[in-house]
């Protein structure tokens, strides 16, 4: 029995987005959440743009990052949104219709199915058989895992610069006493 699905003309990739798959029609995209199943009227490209663009970028921009930070050209795994940790990765050419876009965070395991295709559960136990062989679809998740571990390293980089310079350590708030009492000693005397 097939569940009816909301419909919806517009969609923002968001935390529990877990993979966006074209219709064989190319007229709209299925979207698997934890939760949910819905149907937006756009391709999987234009979602995945429009998403990239509500967090201040476009899928050029993103791809061009990716590029940048791991040399990676082709199928290119990218950040959606790294405050949030969104990244995904595409099945095939981002051009090819039938190219699947999956949420790299979701991804709990993968096996060989049938016809060279591959398996994959989603931490939740949902599962979808993709159109492409298991190598493939381990070096798109290991691309995609690369990306992520350079963007959130930078990250956490700037968050310590921030606590540092906000929650300086007792050896620099000492420091700063001594400069203070110097400065405070010597327009004294």
Sequence with gaps: MNEVKNILEDYIINRFTMAIIPDPNKKYSEIIE????????KRPMDVIDQSCRYFGSSYSGRKEGTKDLVKITRKSP???DPANSIYFF?????TKTHCVWLSHGYVKEYSKAKHDN?????????TITLPLSVGSFENQLFRTAQLRTIITSRIELEQQKMHKLLLPSEKDVNAIYEQIIRDFQRKLY
């Design 34 to 41: 934890c939760e949910e199943e819905l149907v937006v009227h």
């Design 90 to 94: 595409p099945t095939t050419s981002s």
């Design 118 to 126: 591959t398996l994959v559960t989603f931490i939740n136990g949902k």
């Design 78 to 80: 990218i950040v959606i």
